[in-house]
């Protein structure tokens, strides 16, 4: 998954959505990075709360999920 960054000035967060959603899917998630955090929230509910994470631990999350060459 390649993430992109948001602005780091304050203005909203660039949420993107995992390329494995669907609209009519039951389970979707979005992202949206900064420099010091990733941000994730569950695409159905937008308003609703939000985890972040430090970027290593999401890395580590990502490469323990994804099968290598995938």
């Known amino acids: 998954m390649t993430l992109k960054l948001s602005p780091a000035n304050g203005t909203a ?3 993107t959505k995992s390329s494995h959603s669907s609209n ?10 900064t420099p ?6 569950d695409s159905k509910n937008p ?14 999350f990502i490469d323990g999920v994804v099968a290598p060459g995938s």
């Open 24 to 33: 009519d899917g039951p389970d979707c998630v979005e992202v949206a990075a």
């Open 13 to 15: 967060l660039a949420w």
């Open 47 to 60: 308003a609703g709360p939000t985890v972040p994470v430090a970027p290593a631990s999401w890395t580590a």
């Open 36 to 41: 010091a955090t990733v941000h994730v929230r």
